[in-house]
């Protein structure tokens, strides 16, 4: 349990320190408000990532919405639009342990979000790279719902980091 605690500290440690890394990202004004938001997993797929693709696409809508409710305003022209991009998602090997059958793996998610003004010009981009926690029990006859788990997972923490890393 040990080794199990210094992995995940690290992997912490590592998120943080990107997190805030000088010259990364711009501040978000004060009293930011979206007119409206969209999801980009082009780059996902590009990457030859379809089925994570279409997972990713499944779930981040409504988890942005939920993350920047506040932060919505829906119908205003003048209002910039938040376009959360995914490049990747990351599988963490399995790690089982004392030969439980369950295994634990550090699942990742790299992405950006751009703020685009009213006529498209890009006014801030915000990279983010989340990590979670994954139990990765491999029942063969589940094994795709437990992936497609992971990756929704993933891309709902992404939503949960991003407010916070764009200074909202």
């Known amino acids: 349990m040990g080794n199990r605690l210094v992995t995940r500290r690290a992997a912490l440690t590592a998120v943080a320190a990107f997190a805030l890394a000088p010259g990364v990202a711009l501040a978000a004004p004060e009293g930011a408000r979206f007119g409206a938001i969209r999801i980009d997993v082009a780059p996902l797929r590009s990457n030859g990532g379809d089925d994570y693709a279409n997972w990713v696409a499944a779930v981040l809508p409504a988890a942005l919405h939920q993350s920047f409710a506040r932060y919505l305003a829906p119908g205003d022209r003048g209002a910039p639009t938040l376009v959360a991009r995914i490049d990747e998602v990351f599988l963490g090997p399995e790690h089982s342990t004392f030969g439980n059958p369950v295994a634990d793996a550090i699942d990742g998610i790299q992405g950006e979000a751009i703020v685009l003004g009213p006529r498209g010009q890009q006014i801030g981009s ?16 589940y094994q795709l719902d437990i992936t497609r788990r992971r990756v929704q997972t993933l891309a709902q923490s992404f939503a949960q980091w991003l407010p916070g890393q764009m200074g909202l």
């Open 126 to 141: 915000y990279p983010l790279y989340s990590s979670v926690g994954a139990n990765t029990y491999s029942n063969q006859p």
